[in-house]
């Protein structure tokens, strides 16, 4: 099956995973849609995602699908619908928080400070997930370093741009959902790279997408305007701005060797590397931090102590590594999912 068929049909099986998890309350037998068998006298979990609209999503709730067979638990995963529908994310957690099915909650923030007052008082312990946020009531935080993980990349970049025939090292970036504090990280280790690498990194020249393709491709319309000299480097929130913009740009001679830089280490994203549409992406495991967070919960409900923070680790991506990257992630996600 192609890769493409396989994204639409990793999608399709996820969406089938929250709809009967959400319906059910977290009780459900296994069947098609991958979810979870209840154990008898299982610990109950819910995980509250920033959204399940993207293909990131998708890999942690692979991760923590396979992490609650192998340990036992039953799950209640959902998502917002995007990243930037707060209301609903918070309805989804006062709900959770409220309901008394759980025995443990985790959450990848939209609004850290948000979900930090929303947990505060419960006695229901708490785990963050991809975004860390301040609260006392918080075990552990599973996840990367944002912003250092962004400055290996920005680092990558220069030396690509170097390679690629640039003299003149300049970056523009496209942005996630301002104020997030994930792209805020993101944004900041990026510019620490590219500037630490000997490049500029035009801080007039942010362009926020909400981490979505559409509005990525139209900031990259508006960076051409703005410089259609041509940039050395175009750094983006995740693989799919990256993507849009490097798609964009295509038919413009003045960015034919420009380096475009993705977050997050997609399927998509490799494959989007080896046709010579995004550069690099800075690769960061959402399949380990679904199943890692999964584990870590349950190691903890079984009175074991976890570490407060748990590190997954990056990797920079690039051509000459996309391939390798692009069989491995394939053969840990074919293993989990049926396509």
């Keep these: 099956m192609s890769n493409l068929k396989k994204i639409g049909a990793l999608f399709l099986s996820s969406a089938l995973l929250v709809s009967t998890l959400v319906g059910c309350g977290g009780s459900t ?51 917002a619908t995007s990243e930037t529908a707060y209301d609903e994310q918070q309805n989804m957690i006062e709900t959770d928080l409220n309901s008394g099915k759980y025995d443990a909650m985790i959450i990848a923030p939209l609004q850290g400070d948000m979900v930090s007052t929303l947990v505060s008082g419960t006695d229901m312990p708490i785990f963050a997930i991809d975004t860390d946020f301040d609260a006392a009531e918080k075990i552990s935080f599973i996840g990367i370093g944002q912003a250092d993980a962004a400055a290996s990349g920005g680092e990558a970049a220069v030396e690509a ?113 080896l046709d010579g549409g995004e550069t690099i992406t800075v690769a960061q495991s959402g399949y380990d931090q679904g199943y890692r967070a999964v584990e870590t919960v349950a190691k903890y409900l079984d009175g074991e102590e976890v570490e407060s923070f748990v590190d997954c680790g990056t990797q920079v991506i690039d051509k000459d590594s996309a391939e390798d990257y692009l069989k491995e992630l394939e053969e840990q996600m074919g293993g989990t999912l049926e396509f």
């Design 161 to 273: 741009a170097k390679a690629a025939g640039w003299t003149d090292i300049k970056a523009a970036y496209i942005a996630g959902v301002q104020g997030d504090s994930t792209a805020e990280a993101r944004k900041t280790g990026f510019q620490e790279g590219i500037e630490a690498a000997g490049g500029t990194f035009l801080v007039d020249e942010i362009q926020y997408a909400d981490a979505v393709a559409d509005k990525a491709a139209n900031c990259m319309e508006a960076i051409m305007q703005n410089h259609p000299e041509g940039l050395a480097i175009i750094c983006c929130h995740n693989d799919d701005c990256a993507i849009a913009a490097a798609r964009a740009a295509e038919n413009n001679p003045a960015y034919a060797n420009t380096i475009f830089v993705g977050f997050d280490g997609n399927i998509t994203a490799a494959e989007s590397i």
């Design 29 to 79: 037998e296994s069947g098609e849609s991958g979810a979870t068998e209840e154990a008898s006298g299982a610990h109950t979990i819910s995980i509250v995602f920033k959204t399940t609209s993207n293909e990131y999503t998708q890999y942690m709730m692979a991760g923590a699908e396979a992490a609650s067979e192998e340990y036992g638990v039953t799950l209640d995963m959902k998502g």
